[in-house]
């Protein structure tokens, strides 16, 4: 299908801002009245066209400024979003496995520079694992590929039930380039991350991701969820088709699209106070490995778009979640960000 193409989810190279470019952060252009009045009605608008579904917070230096919530949850039984509804991030994920594999690193287990054979001599693939490097993973220089987005030879996307069902998918794809001489966005990449940590930490990685990243941040509604088995108060996805779709064109449920569980690359689920409380735990430093405060990275495929910035100039915070195609989250993000005179 096209469409899984299409749509890879984004987490742009350098998202990762430094803690000086925080500290630093310029004063917005823009008031706060005047921001939040602009954003109120270009969320009206892109509601009342059927254009966003979802929830969005803005928060400055602490305080929740901006809290408003838009469409339905589930379609079906007419259930709306609220505050507390749980979203998929797409590739949001990957921040929280590229903390793990820090927080590995920091202690020890693991040598950033070292090849992947290093630590899984076994790999299925020896040619990718004697030449690629786990930083090289990590910043997306691998050259290793592959379409997470298939169903298993025979199989169905609700198969695949575990990060380690993934790895099916590519890893007998040769290099698409000389590692560490180009950058290209890996999914697969990260999927190879998630059963790293596993190998590494003798702790399943859904586990060690909940034990380390989220309990420290007190994060209690994040988690990947599988989509058979959903919990109260978490949103479906629904789809149009594609980003190139009309934006007149029915909506359909996502959940056909979606693996039986998400993957290290992506895929796991989470509230608009989970993303908060996530910011705040960067700010306090009490996730070891963790990127700085001032991160950008957004998350999108067919039914689902998200965005968390931390550190926008005038010291503003920004979490939207959208249960549409993109760009209905990172759309609203991008406008927020100009707004403010922030880089694109």
């Known amino acids: 299908m096209a469409m899984r193409t299409q749509f890879l989810v984004l987490l742009a190279a350098g998202a990762l801002a430094s803690p000086l470019a925080e500290a630093q952060s310029p004063p ?3 008031s706060e009245g005047e921001l939040l009045a602009r954003l109120a009605a270009k969320l009206d608008s892109l509601a009342a066209l059927d254009q ?4 969005v917070a803005l928060v400055k230096n602490g305080s929740p400024i901006f809290q408003r919530v838009y469409g339905m949850a589930d379609r079906g039984s007419r259930r709306k979003n609220d505050l507390h509804t749980a979203f998929n991030l797409g590739s949001i994920n990957k921040v929280f496995t590229g903390t793990a594999v820090r927080q590995l690193a920091a202690a020890g287990k693991l040598d950033l520079d070292s090849t992947l054979a290093r630590y899984w001599p076994d790999y299925p693939n020896p040619d990718v694992a004697s030449r690629v490097t786990i930083r090289q993973l990590l910043e997306h220089r ?3 590929g592959g379409d997470i987005f298939a169903a298993p030879r025979g199989g169905k996307r609700s198969d695949i039930r575990h990060n380690r069902d993934f790895l099916q998918l590519f890893v007998e794809e040769p290099l698409q380039f000389e590692p ?5 966005y890996s999914n697969s990449g990260y999927i190879v991350l998630g059963e790293l940590v596993e190998r590494v930490s003798g702790i399943d990685y859904y586990e060690y991701i909940r034990r380390n990243v989220y309990e420290p941040a007190g994060m209690t509604r994040t988690a990947h969820f599988r989509p058979d088995s ?6 479906l996805g629904y789809t149009r088709g594609g980003r190139d779709a009309p934006q007149t064109a029915p909506l359909r449920s996502n959940t056909e699209l979606l693996p039986g569980r998400g993957s290290a690359a992506g895929g796991g689920y989470s509230t ?3 993303l908060l409380k996530f910011l705040s735990a960067l700010r306090g430093g009490k996730i070891p490995g963790a990127p700085p405060p001032g991160i950008g990275v957004a998350g999108g495929a067919p039914g689902l778009n998200a965005v968390l910035v931390g550190g926008l100039p005038g010291g503003y915070d920004l979490v939207v979640l959208a249960n549409l195609d993109p760009p209905a989250a990172v759309g609203i993000g991008e406008m927020v960000r100009r707004w403010l005179g922030g880089r694109s």
């Open 272 to 274: 608009v106070t989970d």
């Open 28 to 30: 917005a252009t823009i």
């Open 230 to 235: 959903l919990p109260a108060n978490t949103a």
């Open 52 to 55: 966003f579904s979802g929830v």
């Open 180 to 184: 560490g001489t180009s950058r290209r």
């Open 142 to 144: 691998s050259g290793v």
